[in-house]
């Protein structure tokens, strides 16, 4: 017969046993519900939606580059600023991609508001509007992002710097007060399931774009366009 003290050593090797399998289970429960590969197709890639999202260049263009970006983000407004040019003229004027702007707010409360009020200006006046509040919103970025406060009146006066009929600005204040959360989400969500950790980052086609230089994106555009082929 055992001793009481062996049972005791029994019960006390039983129950970690216990704890550690139940960990393990909570583990695979969480990583389920926090997304996984949920979203992933079989061969690594995510499916990105471009239903409702702002763009400039051809409809019929064979390759769609997006950049996940952030309106308070410095290096996002050097993207802007010095990159975007350089799409447009080597791929969109060409006609070879679509150019993509969707939201990925990672610094705080005041990069949320931003998004969402352009895509308020952007659900209300349209993508050609859009672009214009888009790149203004950019200019007005200051070296020291907490010297601006980014608020409902802030967003509002920089809309009024491109748009001059009172009741058009006043629609956009309406569909931002009555709420772009689920819009901005609904970006986040992708750049989430695409692995997107930082802003900004570009995707070709559905892609990750991982080179380092203009020209790598050169090739990859290429690349993309004979793959749609």
Not at 87 to 102: L, Q
């Amino acid at each position: 017969m055992a001793s009481t003290k062996q049972k005791g050593s029994n019960a006390w090797i039983y129950w970690m046993i216990g704890i550690i399998l139940a960990g393990a289970i909570l583990i695979v429960v969480l990583d389920r519900q926090l997304g996984g590969d949920e979203g992933s197709s079989s061969n690594g890639e995510t499916e990105l939606s471009y239903e409702n999202q702002p763009f400039i260049g051809e409809e019929s263009a064979p390759v769609e580059i997006v950049e996940f970006g952030d309106y308070l983000c410095p290096h996002c407004k050097t993207f802007e600023e010095s990159l975007v040019p350089r799409i447009k003229e080597a791929f969109v004027d060409t006609g070879k991609a679509k150019f993509y702007f969707m939201n990925y707010p990672v610094i705080g409360q005041g990069s949320e508001r931003a998004a969402q009020f352009a895509e308020a200006v952007y659900q209300e006046l349209g993508k050609d509007t859009f672009w214009e509040f888009h790149k203004h919103l950019f200019e007005l970025q200051p070296e020291d992002a907490s010297l601006v406060d980014y608020n409902k009146d802030f967003f509002k006066q920089a809309l009024q710097d491109v748009v001059d009929d009172e009741a058009n600005i006043e629609k956009v204040v309406t569909a931002y007060d009555e709420g772009m959360k689920d819009a901005v989400q609904t970006d986040k969500n992708m750049a989430q399931s695409l692995g997107v950790q930082s802003t900004p980052t570009t995707i070709v086609n559905g892609k990750v774009f991982e080179g380092e230089t203009f020209a790598d994106l050169e090739k990859r555009v290429e690349e993309a366009m004979n793959e749609s082929e």
